[in-house]
């Protein structure tokens, strides 16, 4: 990760909270020039990518999707995030797209539905992630498991 400091006297105004269009593109003109990362802000383990913007006069607004209030505790009540809830349509859709019978088809949805029930979404994110297949696994690695119906309902 690289951090570049807000608060280098180049291109900040060092007792001020709000953030200046022209300081946030000097950050970004600081990146690697083959770097196009996604716009995100919180924690790295939850990051709340941006959806949204609005320039209302003087005010450039950025719109992220939310994440869990720091006093909910250990209990996640938070629900899925917008590119959480595409990832379960594309986990959807795949099972729904697989060539498999229509029995086995229902017991993965009903996994995945009992998943969302019974779990936090980050362990439902989590394990929905883990069905990804890797895209090049190197010999020392095994491929995930592909998301089908079958290793839905394990």
């Known amino acids: 990760m690289i951090g ?4 280098n006297e180049e291109y900040s105004r060092l007792n ?19 770097s196009d990362p996604d716009i995100v802000m919180g924690e790295e383990w939850l990051p709340e990518r941006l ?10 607004f950025l719109e992220f999707d939310n994440a869990p ?9 938070r629900g899925f995030v917008e590119h959480e ?19 086995t088809k229902a017991d993965a949805l009903l996994a995945i539905f009992l998943m ?7 362990e439902v994110i989590e394990i929905l992630e883990s069905t ?5 696994p190197n010999e020392h690695e095994m491929a995930a498991p592909q998301c ?3 290793a839905l309902n394990d």
């Open 85 to 103: 809830i595409a990832m379960i349509r594309e986990k959807l859709e795949q099972v729904l797209d697989e060539p498999s019978d229509t029995k």
């Open 4 to 7: 570049i400091d807000r608060y």
């Open 69 to 77: 209030e720091e006093n909910q505790g250990d209990s996640e009540g």
């Open 16 to 34: 001020e909270s709000i953030v200046k269009v022209s300081e946030l593109q000097n950050i970004i003109d600081h990146l690697p020039n083959d």
């Open 51 to 60: 959806i949204n913007t609005k320039l209302d006069g003087e005010m450039l």
């Open 132 to 136: 990804e297949p890797d895209i090049e």
């Open 116 to 122: 969302g029930h019974e779990l936090s979404s980050s």
């Open 148 to 150: 089908n119906a079958e």
